[in-house]
C-alpha cells in the first residue's frame, strides 16, 4: 500500500462527529500535514472518503475542495450536520 492510499484510509476511520487534523494524520503516516492536504485535494469520492473531517491544527475549518472548487462553508455544513460545534469557522 503506498502513502496515498494510507492517507485515504485514515481518513475513513474518522467516525462521524468526530475530526483529526492534517497534522495528526501526517505525523501517524510519518509524512508532512501539506502531503496529506494535497492528497486529500484530489479526493474524487468525498462520499466514501470523508476529508471534510479533517481540519487544520488551530481547530480551523478550511481546505475543502470539492469539484475542483474551494468549498468551505459547504465544509461546515457537512461537519455541523453531524454534530461538531463551529463558531466563527472554527471548531469549539
Do not use: W
Not at 25 to 31: D, V
Not at 59 to 68: E, L, N, P, R
Amino acid at each position: 500500500m503506498n502513502l496515498k492510499q494510507k492517507v485515504l484510509r485514515e481518513v475513513c476511520k474518522i467516525p462521524k462527529g468526530k475530526t483529526k487534523t492534517y497534522k495528526e494524520i501526517a505525523k501517524k503516516l510519518k509524512t508532512s500535514p501539506r502531503f496529506v492536504a494535497k492528497i486529500l485535494s484530489q479526493n474524487l469520492n468525498p462520499i466514501k472518503i470523508p476529508c471534510h473531517r479533517v481540519i487544520r491544527s488551530n481547530g480551523k475549518i478550511s481546505g475543502y475542495t470539492f469539484k475542483g472548487k474551494r468549498r468551505d462553508k459547504m465544509k461546515i455544513k457537512l461537519l455541523k450536520k453531524e454534530g461538531v460545534k463551529i463558531k466563527d469557522n472554527k471548531m469549539i
